[in-house]
């Protein structure tokens, strides 16, 4: 700005005569301009469409995780929602209360995008009528028999909420709290990690649980969830996700493809848990080791499908624990051509086929009916802390819990 002034205050004739030229130059490109546009659109509105056009097509390109207000509690607190999308157009919308997944768009064989998860318009139908639509799952995922363990020679008594046992973390689980979240992006993500303390004595677990969970949107369309927990006591943990998805995005899901890679269930009885023992699949309604339909075999005579009105159990995809990521299974569509991954570390994942949606649910202009969902919970087996034959859930002070589950968008 300095010179400017200074070169207007100290002009030399020859600066002058200079000026005059420029001036002159300047008058014969406006005239050429005006020729060659008759129509009388300026350049300076082309090249801010260009501009336009130009941050746009950068926009498109970028990732992005973007933060607004959701909602309210009925106590003032806020809520809010943060939105990551990737470049290929996968979004993702997550609310701070339960860390709950609202919306998934991905994009079908032909490009076209569409919501595959169940969910409601607003927060109060997720605060009063929710079974888990979406939900981060603490502090224990799936049954604990009478809402009772023992650990340490101490018995410790849950809160009951599914009839006399404990069911996916209690009255008042994770899918209940609110979390604190911040987005993050990187050149090849856009993120949320999630945190929440969880103070001892929270449905009657021992422990002051400190959980983070990162959700990650990548570039090649996965969305990686990550899982930590740190306790002050020796106490059980359990985490998992709780996504209901419909890959058509309407009707039910009976004719979609399923693939689990398991060979062995854990079979249920009355409550639905676990009797301890592992049976095989072969030769059963269970057998998902090659793709075929969910409906396929869901009505046949078979005593674990009464107990669980459908499928509701617990398969086994690894023999022993690891902190290996493994494909648990995989889902496609006939109709939209979408496939579904689950990727997991943990030993085991839950297949639900939606047997308790009954239509009176309501929410993105859909009814959900009977079996308009199906959701993938890897986890480790429901009432372990029970069961000491099957792989071990108890957090001591001195380690630190780590998960992670993946899910994987493509088309065919």
Not at 32 to 54: D, I, M, R, Y
Not at 312 to 319: A, G, L, P, Q
Request: proline content about 5%; glycine content about 10%.
């Amino acid at each position: 700005m300095s010179q400017t002034l200074l070169s207007k205050h100290h002009t030399s004739p020859l600066v002058s005569k200079t000026l005059c030229i420029r001036a002159l130059t300047v008058a014969l490109a406006a005239l050429f301009l005006s020729a060659c546009n008759p129509a009388g659109q300026s350049t300076s509105q082309t090249s801010s469409e260009k501009t336009a056009v130009t941050e746009q097509t950068m926009k498109s390109t970028k990732f992005a995780a973007d933060s607004k207000p959701y909602g309210q509690l009925a106590d003032g607190t806020q809520v809010d929602m943060i939105t990551l999308s990737n470049p290929n157009g996968i979004e993702v919308d997550v609310i701070s209360y339960g860390g709950i997944i609202t919306r998934l768009l991905t994009p079908d064989a032909q490009g076209q995008l569409g919501d595959i998860v169940l969910g409601f318009d607003n927060l109060d139908d997720y605060v009063s009528a929710s079974p888990y639509f979406g939900a981060l799952i603490g502090r224990y995922g799936n049954r604990i028999a009478n809402g009772r363990f023992e650990l340490n020679g101490e018995t410790y008594q849950l809160d009951t909420n599914d009839g006399a046992n404990h069911l996916h973390g209690g009255v008042q689980g994770f899918d209940k709290k609110v979390w604190t979240m911040q987005p993050f992006t990187t050149a090849n993500s856009a993120g949320i990690v999630l945190t929440l303390n969880s103070p001892d004595g929270d449905q009657g677990y021992p422990g002051n649980l400190a959980v983070e969970v990162t959700y990650e949107l990548t570039a090649d369309n996965q969305l990686d969830m990550r899982f930590k927990a740190n306790t002050d006591k020796a106490t059980v943990v359990n985490l998992t996700q709780h996504t209901y998805f419909n890959l058509a995005g309407k009707g039910d899901i009976l004719a979609h493809q399923m693939q689990i890679n398991s060979a062995t269930l854990t079979p249920v009885g009355e409550g639905l848990i676990p009797t301890g023992e592992l049976s095989s699949v072969e030769g059963t309604p269970f057998d998902f080791r090659a793709p075929k339909a969910i409906g396929q075999d869901i009505g046949a005579d078979d005593e674990q499908l009464a107990l669980g009105l459908g499928y509701d159990h617990n398969f086994v995809v690894k023999e022993a624990p690891s902190d290996e990521l493994v494909l648990a299974a995989t889902v496609s569509e006939p109709t939209t051509g979408r496939v579904l991954e689950v990727w997991s570390e943990e030993p085991s994942v839950q297949f639900y086929s939606g047997n308790f949606l009954d239509g009176t649910l309501q929410g993105k202009g859909r009814t959900f009916g009977f079996r308009s969902g199906f959701c993938l919970e890897p986890q480790h087996n429901p009432d372990s802390p029970n069961q000491p034959q099957f792989p071990t859930t108890t957090l001591l002070p001195e380690d630190t819990y780590q998960t992670r589950i993946v899910y994987r968008f493509a088309t065919q």
